[in-house]
């Protein structure tokens, strides 16, 4: 799944979706988060709560989504081939 808008869990004070979108356009949290705090007391605080809750349910942790691309866990090895006795040396 590919996503251009992700959430963070480092440096969240909800969910990370303001951390997001800071890091995503690039601007600083603080500026995204007054920005956010501002358009939610103009409009009463019906669709700055609906579009917050929206963007939580829909976007993806980054974090998420860099495991699902690199994986986690221990590296598997490969089985080593038994030597055959006939083989000889190198050449």
């Given at each position: 799944?590919?996503s251009n808008f992700y959430k963070?869990?480092?440096?969240?004070?909800?969910?990370?979706?303001?951390?997001?979108?800071?890091?995503?356009?690039?601007?600083?949290?603080?500026?995204?988060?007054?920005?956010?705090?501002?358009?939610?007391?103009?409009?009463?605080?019906?669709?700055?709560?609906?579009?917050?809750?929206?963007?939580?349910?829909?976007?993806?942790?980054?974090?998420?989504?860099?495991?699902?691309?690199?994986?986690?866990?221990?590296?598997?090895?490969?089985?080593?081939?038994p030597a055959s006795e006939n083989?000889?040396?190198?050449?």
């Amino acid at each position: 799944m590919k996503s251009n808008f992700y959430k963070l869990r480092r440096g969240k004070m909800v969910s990370g979706v303001l951390v997001g979108l800071s890091e995503r356009f690039g601007f600083d949290v603080n500026l995204v988060r007054f920005l956010y705090a501002l358009f939610t007391i103009v409009n009463f605080g019906v669709v700055g709560v609906i579009l917050y809750v929206i963007l939580t349910i829909s976007m993806p942790y980054k974090e998420d989504i860099e495991r699902e691309r690199y994986g986690t866990g221990p590296r598997r090895r490969k089985e080593a081939e038994p030597a055959s006795e006939n083989d000889g040396w190198f050449w």
